[in-house]
């Protein structure tokens, strides 16, 4: 069971910072029913101020992309070359690697990358699904989301070049219905959203606010992502 999100009740789910710093990736499925506003599915930041954070999001204008945002000192984003479909489940991922590196991914391909200088990331500490949790919420989703991963990517390669190209391959791979239990390197939250909203990598519970179980997109899934570890 995916969950359903409620932009006009505000809903949300939130917990602790998955990521902290680069190099990092998120990734979820999503299922939109919003045709006119753009919405965040995976959020990651500081809740004290307002436009610090890294996000991925489901954009509505001129098109429907998604972007793979940084906001730290100056808003970057990298935008599909693609667009997503309303009622349609999606797949939408983004690699963080530096300050100034970042790409978007729509269901497996259509990349788009920015090289822009966004700024150091400082005093994440909250996740977010569904919604900008900053000082001054807002961008909440109307639809559907599920599958939720964010990694950290420091042993995906040597470098950012290698940990880019590793990763495009489970990005595709996701994109074909494999789950990120099946990617659990450096996997630092999985929310399957599934009944609970738990984090599956260290058992943290979400603070839910609204949202209601849904149907879940269809996805190959092992049993327990921590079981295979080392």
């Known amino acids: 069971m995916a969950r359903l999100f409620d932009s006009d009740l505000s809903e949300y789910l939130l917990t602790e910072p998955a990521i902290t710093n680069y190099p990092f990736a998120m990734a979820c499925w999503f299922n939109s029913s919003d045709d006119v506003n753009s919405q965040i599915l995976v959020w990651v930041g500081d809740k004290d101020v307002t436009n610090v954070m890294s996000y991925l999001a489901a954009i509505n204008s001129p098109s429907h992309t998604i972007y793979a945002q940084d906001y730290h000192t100056t808003a970057c984003n990298a935008t599909t070359s693609t667009t997503w479909n309303i009622n349609t489940w999606n797949h939408a991922a983004g690699i963080w690697l530096s300050a100034t590196e970042r790409h978007a991914y729509l269901n497996g391909g259509g990349k788009g990358s920015n090289v822009d200088d966004a700024g150091a990331i400082s005093g994440f500490d909250r996740t977010g699904i569904g919604a900008a949790l900053d000082s001054t919420p807002g961008a909440y989703m109307s639809g559907m989301i599920a599958e939720v991963g964010i990694w950290d990517l420091t042993n995906w390669g040597a470098n ?71």
Do not use: Q
Not at 187 to 204: D, H
């Open 160 to 230: 950012n070049d290698e940990r880019e190209t590793n990763f495009e391959r489970a990005i595709a791979s996701m994109a074909k219905g494999f789950s990120p239990s099946f990617f659990p390197l450096g996997l630092k939250g999985y929310w399957p959203l599934v009944r609970s909203a738990a984090n599956l990598m260290t058992g943290a519970a979400m603070t839910e606010s609204g949202t209601v179980v849904s149907p879940h997109c269809r996805v190959f899934n092992l049993v327990s992502p921590k079981s295979i570890i080392t």
